[in-house]
């Protein structure tokens, strides 16, 4: 049922600018780790809060899937979460949750009609959400950007799919058509829409994801290890995201496999969840390590609440991004910002990441290798290991690189975008 709302602050939610964002399939204020919670949540909500910051209303629509949580849940007093009804009040897989999207689109109209709201911009992240947001967008006749995240089509160009439904890839060609505007983390993914889709690159806004600096910051050492239960004479590599086989992990065992038998060192992996294929990819994962003989040194941890994962930044020595494609790679990001250095994949937005056009070896940040090279990743470990002082020195580098990603900055590039589609 759509029910008028009374708002918790004085503030007139239906005067200044007014920022409509659709996230149909997962909700930013899950506990991260879940099936559907990763980098796009985190984007979303720290993006809604430094925008609220800046003086911009959001409200957020996600389709409700029980019947127990509030329809309208204030984040702050200028941003809420508002859960439409569309399809059942239970989970459905993200892969069957297209055939709702109209309803979702319906119920968002009928909800803002209902309590008067009218937007100046419509934000939808996903396929899914710029499925329902172009004819919302149709509707209300107001400027609608996406940020897909992830493309069906890019992913099976890259060998990253093994399959992807052609609704799916129907959807996304299309959807892609009747945007205003689309926002990307790289140029690397303005080049592929240009490539694929014939996007004009006009169309397409580079706004690379920030990172709390504060959260993720530089620390000590030991006092982490200790917190953490961690043998301070261990080298700890670390490493994770989503199990699947796009992050690459399998390479990452392999490539420790030829180190020094003797060498006392822990592979902490962090990430995964009760979903069939992520449990899948662990049970793999295992047999990789046990056939390399090194399962003893791999320790898998599971998801990490935000609270508990800079801990495991900082009592990491070397952090490894193997992944064979990343829009962006938030993973490098948050190790950078917690002054470790990285190894990563040459790949999108990782490609760009860790140098300057000015950049020396004094000022690397990182060290990126060719994707899926097992060989190449090896050779990057054991030169960092066997060079504790480059990798002191990369470690800086990577804080102050990580200091130009903040969420206010990019915030403030996305208000700019909503304020020029808007002119407002």
Not at 74 to 85: G, T
Not at 170 to 175: I, N
Not at 285 to 311: C, W
């Amino acid at each position: 049922m759509i029910t008028q709302v009374q708002s918790d602050s004085n503030l007139d939610f239906r005067s200044g600018l007014h920022l409509a964002v659709l996230s149909m399939h997962t909700s930013p204020l899950a506990p991260l780790g879940g099936r559907e919670t990763g980098g796009m949540n985190v984007y979303i909500l720290e993006t809604t809060k430094r925008l609220t910051e800046l003086g911009v209303k959001v409200d957020i629509f996600i389709r409700s899937d029980d019947s127990t949580s509030p329809e309208v849940e204030f984040i702050n007093e200028r941003a809420r979460l508002i859960r439409i009804s569309a399809g059942p009040l239970s989970r459905v897989e993200k892969e069957s949750m297209s055939v709702f999207a109209s309803d979702f689109s319906k119920g968002i109209d009928a909800w803002a009609d209902m309590n008067q709201m009218q937007y100046d911009v419509i934000h939808s992240h996903y396929w899914l959400s710029a499925l329902a947001g172009v004819e919302l967008a149709r509707n209300w006749k107001t400027p609608h950007v996406a940020m897909f995240h992830t493309l069906g089509k890019i992913k099976l160009l890259h060998g990253i799919s093994s399959g992807e439904s052609p609704d799916r890839l129907e959807k996304e060609r299309e959807v892609i058509g009747h945007l205003d505007k689309i926002v990307v983390a790289s140029d690397h993914e303005t080049q592929l829409l240009g490539e694929i889709y014939s996007v004009p690159a006009k169309k397409v806004f580079t706004i690379p994801p920030g990172v709390d600096l504060e959260r993720f910051s530089p620390g000590d050492v030991c006092e982490s290890r200790d917190k953490l239960g961690l043998a301070r004479s261990s080298f700890i590599f670390l490493a994770g995201g989503r199990m699947e086989p796009l992050k690459a992990l399998d390479n990452l065992i392999d490539a420790l496999a030829v180190l020094p038998k003797t060498m006392d060192y822990q592979l902490l992996l962090f990430g995964g969840n009760d979903h069939p294929a992520s449990i899948e990819e662990r049970t793999r994962l295992v047999s990789v390590a046990e056939a390399a003989n090194i399962r003893s040194k791999i320790k898998f941890l599971g998801p990490l609440d935000h609270d508990i994962l800079p801990e495991y930044y900082r009592a990491a020595n070397l952090v490894v991004v193997p992944s064979l494609y990343e829009s962006f790679g938030m993973v490098a990001l948050e190790a950078m910002a917690s002054g470790r250095p990285v190894i990563a994949s040459e790949v999108g937005g990782l490609a760009g990441m860790f140098t300057s056009d000015s950049a020396g070896l004094d000022d690397l940040a990182g060290v990126l290798v060719p994707p899926g090279d097992v060989r190449q990743l090896s050779v990057a470990i054991s030169t960092l290991i066997e060079n504790t002082e480059l990798m002191r020195r990369m470690g800086n580098a990577a804080r102050i690189q990580a200091l130009g990603f903040s969420w206010s900055e990019r915030s403030q590039l996305l208000k700019e975008l909503y304020r020029e589609m808007s002119k407002t």
